[in-house]
């Protein structure tokens, strides 16, 4: 996944018999279609990360108009840029999504997007999201060139490095929340670092261990860099991400607790956290966690957690 994972794409839907040499050509407007579903607009819901930080900097800030502009300046900016990654991912394994029985319906491996033109759009893409980033501020600018260079790293071979991929999955979660600071000239905590970087290993983990379960119950096609892992090491990872993520946030807690005049609702928002986090580990011990946005959407349970921690973080900022 890079985050391209983060990060594989969802599979397109239906299985043609058609080849992608004997697919007809889609003309102008199936081209232009076909950049942009894989271009993967689906997939920016992820960029919503780059609110966090301005969310937790709102009650100590003069100008809030001014900072939730800087945070929607910077998911437009974020969004055009994993755009770009999506695109040169697709380009480079177009080989092996033609020999896939569904990979081989995404545009490009059909033929609908030439290779050159997948490129050239990926460019086009990543500049438009580095210009759209200085109406922000320059030093997003430059964490959308590292956030490039890292995923084009994770894109040209580091996938297939065991750890390496993990840590490169994850630290695309974590540089969409750096990203939300430097927009808005916010200094961000260590503890919200600790905990935004944790709690991306910790569902990255989890979606290879899932993705391990199934290969081990139905024989089902795996990614090649998961043959080098074992559910256990897997299952070790997501599980010392998980206490290193309940202990950063617990601790934030605190600090959030004395910076915010004692307000006893940054401790409560601890239980809800907490049980989220336990709640969603259930699903990962299940192997069923195959992607994070899916299970969120799917668990009620999980949904009313979320939005009661989040209820209790604006009251203990707000109120």
Known sequence: MSETTEQRPSEEAAVTTETPETTASPGRFGLVGGVIKTARPRQWVKNV??????????????????????????????????????????????????????????????GIVPVPVAYGAAVVFFLAGLGVSFFASWQLAIVLGVYEAVQLGYCFGLKHQPVVDLA????????????????????????????????????????????????????AKIRSSLKKYSASYLRFVWATSAAILIMSYCLWAFEIRQTEHNSVWALISMVPFVVAVLRYAVDVDGGIAGEPEEIALKDRILQVLGATWVITLFLAFYL
Do not use: C
């Not at 695109?87 to 059909?110: Q, S, W």
């Open 49 to 110: 990360l780059v609110f966090a930080a301005p969310f937790f900097a709102f009650s100590k800030s003069t100008d809030r108009t001014g900072l939730l502009i800087d945070a929607i300046i910077a998911f437009v900016a974020f969004s055009l840029t994993a755009s770009s990654v999506y695109l040169i991912n697709d380009a480079i394994d177009v080989e092996a999504d033609r020999a896939h029985p569904t990979k081989r319906n995404r545009p490009i491996a059909a």
């Open 168 to 219: 490169i999955v994850g630290s695309g979660f974590l540089m969409r929340s750096i990203a939300g600071g430097v927009a808005g000239g916010i200094a961000l905590s260590q503890w919200f670092l600790l905990v935004t970087a944790f709690g991306s290993l910790f569902m990255v983990a989890g979606k290879r261990y899932a993705e391990i379960m199934l290969f081990e119950r139905t024989g």
